[in-house]
């Protein structure tokens, strides 16, 4: 009997097993299904005043802390001021709390660029913006208006009256063109 015994023991112990098993692979299953809804803006929400390096499509490399995450773009403060970077623009980021997830959900969130374009121009701040394309294109001044997916602003040089006193119309920029802004001060 004994030996009966250790049988049903052994085959208690492989159904144990088993189970155990066929938990963690449904954990897994679960924990995959749960990321494959996860978003990159959720995934930045959990970032919010952590020091990230984000390498931008344009070949720049930024780093600083993540400050405000709006719908389709982010602020980073670094050292040289704040700079607003459009989720597109983005190829990867590094640095932060990977494990971390958050809901992008706040109000904050669901401010467009054009949003954070207003608020710019409001405010009167001097900007730098980075053309998409790689070619180095900057255009730089104070943004008079901003429509749903355009821009516009008086450039520095356009302040001034070309050689026969004429004003040179502002600027409009695509926000499809847009690669980074850089607040000035």
């Known amino acids: 009997m004994a030996h009966l015994d250790l049988l049903f023991r052994d085959y208690e112990i492989q159904m144990e097993a088993q189970k155990h098993r066929d938990y963690e692979a449904d954990a897994r299953e679960l924990r995959q299904l749960e990321l494959s809804r996860v978003t990159a803006a959720d995934r930045l929400a959990a970032q919010l005043g952590q020091s990230l390096t984000i390498h931008g499509a344009t070949g720049d490399i930024w780093r600083g802390r993540l400050a405000t ?17 459009p989720l597109t623009e983005i190829l990867y980021w590094e640095g932060g709390n990977h494990q971390a997830i958050g809901e992008a959900q706040e109000v904050s969130r669901k ?23 790689g070619q180095g294109l900057t255009s730089s001044g104070q943004v008079r208006s901003v429509g749903a997916d355009y821009c516009e ?17 502002p600027r409009c920029i695509l926000f499809s063109s847009i690669a980074a802004i850089r607040v000035a001060g």
């Open 153 to 169: 602003i008086v450039v520095m040089k356009a302040q001034k009256e070309d050689a026969r006193g004429v004003r040179v119309a």
């Open 69 to 85: 995450l709006g719908l389709g773009w982010l602020q980073l403060t670094t050292d040289a001021g704040d700079l607003i970077l």
């Open 111 to 133: 401010l467009t660029l054009g949003s954070a374009l207003r608020a710019l121009s409001s405010a009167q701040r001097h900007i730098h913006i980075h053309h998409s394309g």
